[in-house]
């Protein structure tokens, strides 16, 4: 129990630590505008470029992948937060666990991620006529959590390079990037090339999407198919974490030997 509260202590305090400079103001233009002008944005682009079609598909990608901020800009960063207050030195010296560390660090991003997405999915009801059906919703949010995860996990092998390099950020926004292109969100990953769409196979969201479309589907819902992307999709968050925690091994030890903790 005193575990789960320190862990708690921790994610809370590293959330506001990271956030907290921000004025309300500036938080509700980031966290609440910016998501629902993306998925306007992007699903009414869809609706001009193929015409008069349904966009719900295009609604539920662009909110699933809103989530990606706080995976790869609030988990991502972590470490670069240790290191640009001066207590990453102090931290790797520690003998703490540094992944289950970081790994309750992210616990209030999931959290914060997964209220930016009901904002996105919210903004599609209200102006886009997505209709989620009600008897689905438990699998829906299934597919959520597990999506964010998994992009979580990224977020955190993506962020354990940071200990050897200053250009994290440039990783990060590759990755995000990366993600809007290649998962499904704006182009069905079966229109790809080939050595794309085999790639998409193993990025976050490309099966929670295809599990969460199938649910709103107007045909009649295969739970089962659901069920198998769903449990791909966990699969492939736990990969991730399992890289994370061998790359954040391997990059401590080489940190400490080329002396990078502390470059800027």
Known sequence: MDSLKRSYRNGLYSFKGLYGFLKPEIYVLVKVINPIFQVLFFSLVAKHAYGNIDITPFVIGN????????????????????RSVGTLKILIASPANKFKLFVSKSTFHILDGMITVFIGL????????????????PYFLISLIAAIFTACSMGLFIGSIGLVTRD?????????????????????????PFFLERISHILPLTNALKASRLLISPAIVSYEAVGMYIFKELVIG????????????????????????DIY
């Not at 909110?63 to 240790?82: D, P």
């Not at 990783?171 to 069905?188: A, Q, T």
């Open 63 to 82: 909110a699933f992948v809103l989530c990606m901020y706080n995976a790869f800009f609030g988990v991502g960063v972590n470490l670069i937060s240790e």
């Open 168 to 192: 994290i950020n440039l990783l990060l926004n590759l990755s995000s990037m990366l993600l809007m292109s290649l998962s499904g969100v704006n182009f069905p990953t079966e229109k790809l």
């Open 122 to 137: 919210l903004t599609g009801i209200v102006f886009l006529n997505l209709r989620i059906p009600l008897h689905t919703i």
């Open 238 to 261: 736990v990969s991730y974490c399992i890289i994370a925690y061998i790359t954040l091994k391997i990059m401590e030890g080489l940190a400490k030997n080329k002396a990078t903790l």
